[in-house]
């Protein structure tokens, strides 16, 4: 194993100061690193307690709240995701995506920024870019700043994520590292290839100066899948007994309404995902032969592209039916092993899949006019350009042998099913009939979808910053610092669509008979457009309470649906002499969805007054930061029957006054405080009018472009003892007051051009009655569909909230012990956070109860890594239509502020990671990602189960040299 060289304590404090200052400030921007930082393998850690113990070395050295993750060596973070890798940080926990972190919470709050050396990273939102675009292997180390400064970027209300690369001027001699990883996914038993490789150098060109360059590429090509049962949860009474009557002696005994919850519309979605994703990051710098200043170019890029396969397998209908001695009443008055006497299969084939190309550039530099006084400035511009194509071919159940009989009804397919959900399986779904989606005569085309969403984010900034040393000769004043910054950021997103609807219930032939295209005739005619998919594998880790048959299917082939025009032209011949008869091509069909345009422009103005004092054993930060937004927002509305661009906005301005004061009690023992206010603007769906629609045109959200931002003044009181080589014990305090939370409220709008031609009207008990006053009601089969509208979803500035906790952390490596065994160590953190709102209900994402713990073995050459991660069950949506009739009165309180509280259980996770050094060059490498298989289960606000996903066990071996 490699050792470190010994570092003086003085100099590394004023190093990792200046280091973590310049990732996160206005003031020093990152080419500081390059010139006063000590040679870079003197602060880089190698092996996993030398990452540990230098990430304690970049807390204690800090004079605000700060936690860090570092790399175990240039271009290796402990984990291979930014996200997973943060979630071993007190205070913050992750969510997935297809089992791979991609959104990080601090403190229970997402509303968090995201930079990438003190500039913007973007993504389709105001978070950032998504941690599963950007390679972990890039950075050499990632810090969570929880306490602001006057000098850092506002937009922060849990706080910044400051991601650092390596610097060139940093090094001391040549670089080059190469990582090749194959990384495996039980479930989607697909195996990817995984390379990054990195390469740097500096040059003394004499009186010219010094120049540095350093150029890092990654590679990954995954394969993931996902299991997905889904329920609706209804509430009601139920005719227990069977004697046709409901009454008393049918009430459940265990809810306090006397309903029932039964699960309906039973629901299997698996998906398979493969995403490619190649980055490239370059780091220029320049620094005069005087040593008065730096400049440096920035460029880093990240290309993300890929396709899915999704099916959605239901049925929807029916009323629930006891069977004597089988049916009971769970202990949270759910009904189970009940019978649906007759329900509708419905399934569709589906590709949905996000592509992304983002960079964040920048060019800047700083120059020191006097000893005291340095000026430093930069521009950035970053962009992410998003295309989203969707696919979707569905079929609907018809009864052909009715049809064939002459019936002129509906006709629709029923079959029966027996139902029993589980709390921690995936439930029992047995059709008397077997596996009845595999079934071809009785599937009837209805729908065909091809939607395509781009998103345009855009943002230039440029910023000035002044730092004035010892001014006035005052040694009590250590620096001085202001400055400016300025913003201009467009948002944009366009649809196009091709969709037609309701065919299996329209379509007439070319002598206006009607007709309906049956799944086998689409097999007859095209046989490479009809597959039948056995998922043998559903839930493998998870398992099933009994039978599952829900998982075959015969259906659209969904590897076609991917190549859309080829699915066109099939759609097109099928269709060819009936009244849905396509003219053109696929371009020519695709029509511009005015609905789905909207745009957002956004300019800020940013100035700063921050004083740094020093009084010894007392440290302290203060001063202010002023920030004016400027926001408009446009999107087409219909306008007297012709769509028009409208468009509204806000302004406001905010003063964010803050302090941060450090006290060294002894050597080995820190005592914090910080204060402060601090603001996130809107998101940009939540400010855009334009409604978003969603759930086969039903449903929709909608934004509000007058939105003020979301506004919190925070406190912050920390302990933290050291002793030793990178051991620690932290205790810290936080509150949170945030003054103006969001709040989505539904209403039923009127918008008849969209039910008319889009909505469909067959699932009338979800469309809503926009002619209805008070809560929102739901038509029935004889609703005419002139009194049918969209529930719509809007956000709106809020109450009050409070987010409060504490933080344990705690880090030893357990050297003292006797030969091998000094290789043992263990970093553990827990976090306790409280929050609600007015009506006492918890905030989203925030579990009282996290832990982690990382229990690790280095010793010759040999490191080994056991980490363990828990969140308690927490708010993960307050109002998800599946679960809105449900809350904790079970029906029996109508201003429940429950209803629709949507709970994600407790989550936990193990992942176990190794390495093997082979001689001073090349290391072998070893992970194992969930290795449990733990599953993702969300409730109702009593319990209920409503959803259970399960994701990949993921596998990677492979080897990283260094020279």
């Known amino acids: 194993m490699k050792k470190n060289i010994k570092i003086n304590k003085q100099r590394l404090m004023r190093d990792i100061s200046m280091l973590m200052l310049t ?5 020093l921007i990152p080419s500081v690193t390059a010139q006063e930082n000590a040679p870079m393998e003197e602060v880089i850690a190698v092996g996993i307690r030398h990452s540990l113990e230098a990430a304690v070395d970049a807390k204690r050295n800090e004079d605000r709240i700060v936690d860090a993750v570092v790399a175990e060596d240039i271009g290796k973070l402990p984990d291979n995701n930014v996200a997973e890798a943060l ?3 007190t205070g913050v926990s992750i969510n997935r995506d297809f089992g791979v972190g991609s959104e990080v919470s601090i403190r229970g709050l997402k509303q968090n920024r995201v930079e990438i050396n003190g500039r913007s990273t973007l993504g389709d939102g105001r978070n950032g870019i998504n941690f599963q675009d950007f390679p972990a292997d890039f950075l050499s180390k990632v810090e969570v700043i929880k306490s602001p400064t006057p000098e850092m970027i506002e937009g922060a209300l849990g706080g910044t994520i ?5 610097r060139p001027l940093d090094l001391n001699a040549p670089l080059a590292t190469v990582s090749i990883q194959g990384e495996y996914a039980d479930k989607a038993n697909h195996w990817a290839p995984i390379f990054n490789t990195s390469f740097g150098d500096s040059w003394d060109l004499g009186s010219a100066g010094t120049f540095g360059a350093m150029a890092s590429i990654s590679y990954q090509d995954r394969t993931l899948s996902r299991d997905e049962s889904l329920l609706q949860l209804a509430v009601g009474p139920v005719d227990f007994n069977n004697d046709g009557v ?17 699960g309906r519309e039973h629901t299997y979605n698996p998906h398979t995902e493969r995403r490619e994703r190649t980055a490239f990051n370059v780091a220029l710098q320049w620094a005069p032969a005087s040593g008065q200043g730096m400049f440096y170019v920035d460029l880093n890029a990240t290309e993300r592209s890929g396709d899915q396969e999704a099916f959605s397998i239901l049925h929807i209908g029916g009323t629930p039916v006891t069977i004597p001695g089988e049916t009971y009443e769970d202990s949270d008055g759910q009904l189970q092993n009940f019978l649906y006497e007759e329900v509708l299969p419905i399934q569709t084939s589906a590709s949905n899949f996000r592509n992304t190309d983002s960079y964040s550039h920048a060019f800047g530099g700083e120059w020191n006019f006097t000893e005291n006084l340095k000026v430093s400035a930069e521009f950035a511009t970053a962009e992410s350009d998003t295309y989203e194509p969707k696919s979707e071919f569905r079929f609907r159940g018809i009864d052909q042998s009715l049809e064939g009989d002459g019936h002129i009804d509906a006709n629709e397919w029923y079959v029966p099913v027996i139902f029993e959900n589980s709390s921690s399986s995936a439930p029992v779904v047995d059709f008397t009939d077997g596996y009845v989606f595999t079934n071809q005569q009785n599937q009837a085309f209805r729908r065909y979808e091809d939607t395509r969403t781009y998103i345009t984010n855009q943002e230039d900034a440029f910023r000035l910053d002044f730092e004035y040393t010892e001014p006035f000769d005052l040694e009590w004043v250590s620096a001085v610092k202001t400055g400016f910054r300025f913003t201009e950021r467009d948002f944009e997103q366009n649809q196009r669509q091709f969709r037609l609807t309701n065919i299996y219930k329209n379509l007439l032939d070319s002598e206006g008979n009607p007709d309906i295209i049956w799944m086998e005739d689409i097999a007859a005619l095209f046989p490479s457009a009809i597959t039948t998919y056995h998922f043998n594998d559903a839930f493998e880790h998870t398992g099933t309470r009994g039978a599952y048959e829900l998982a075959a299917i015969s259906a659209f082939d969904v590897g076609l649906l991917q190549d859309q025009e080829a699915t066109f032209n099939i759609v097109k011949q099928l269709l ?12 020519e069909n695709l029509e511009y969805m005015e609905s789905g345009f909207s745009a957002i422009t956004e300019e800020t103005s940013a100035f700063y007054l921050q004083a740094n004092l020093d009084f010894g054993d007392v440290r302290a930060i203060i001063g202010g930061r002023y920030v004016k937004t400027d926001i408009e927002s446009s999107a087409y509305q219909n306008v007297d029957g012709l769509y028009e661009i409208v468009t509204d906005g806000t302004s406001y301005d905010d003063f964010l006054p803050s302090v941060n004061v450090t006290w060294n009690l002894s050597e080995d023992t820190l005592l914090r405080f910080a204060a402060g206010k601090v603001m996130r603007r809107a998101d940009f769906n939540e400010l855009s009018p334009a409604y978003q629609f969603r759930d086969a045109y039903i449903a929709a959200d909608r934004g509000n472009p ?3 931002p979301y506004r919190a003044t925070q406190y912050d009181i920390s302990a933290e003892h050291y002793w030793g080589e990178g051991n620690m014990l932290s205790a810290a305090v936080f509150y949170k007051d945030v003054a103006s939370f969001l709040k989505t409220t539904s209403e039923c709008a009127n918008l008849p051009e969209i039910v008319r031609t ?5 699932d009338y008990e979800k469309i809503c009655l926009w002619n209805v006053d008070g809560p929102i009601q739901y038509a029935d089969a004889d609703t005419p569909i002139e009194e ?3 529930e719509t979803d809007f956000v709106t500035n809020g109450e009050q909230g409070k987010v409060q906790g504490f933080e344990l952390g705690y880090q030893q490596s357990f050297d003292f012990l006797p030969g091998f065994w000094s290789g043992l160590g263990l970093s553990a953190n827990y976090t306790y956070s409280d929050s609600e709102d007015p009506d006492g209900v918890p905030l989203e994402d925030i579990s009282k109860d996290t832990f982690n713990a990382q229990l690790y073995y280095e010793y010759e050459g040999l490191g080994i890594r056991l980490a363990y991660t828990f969140r308690d069950r927490f708010l993960d949506n307050n109002d998800t239509k599946r679960v809105r009739p449900l809350g904790v009165s079970v029906g029996a309180d109508p201003e429940d502020p429950t209803l629709g509280n949507d709970y994600r259980e407790d989550l936990q996770q193990l992942d176990l990671s190794a390495t093997y050094d082979i001689g001073d060059h090349i290391t072998l490498v070893a992970h194992i990602t969930n290795l449990t298989a733990e599953p993702t289960i969300n409730t109702g606000a009593n319990g209920t189960v409503f959803q259970i996903m399960e994701t990949d066990r993921r596998y990677a071996f492979g080897l990283r040299a260094r020279f």
């Open 706 to 708: 007058e939105l003020e």
């Open 758 to 762: 889009l909505s469909n009207t067959d």
């Open 788 to 790: 049918m509208g969209i």
């Open 162 to 166: 400051s991601l650092v690369t390596a």
């Open 23 to 27: 990732a996160s400030s206005v003031t």
């Open 87 to 89: 979630q071993r940080v």
């Open 576 to 587: 060819e002499g009936t009244n849905y008869a396509i003219e053109g091509d696929l371009d």
């Open 246 to 262: 409901i009454d008393d002696a049918d009430a459940a005994s265990n809810t306090p309404s006397g309903n029932y919850v039964y």
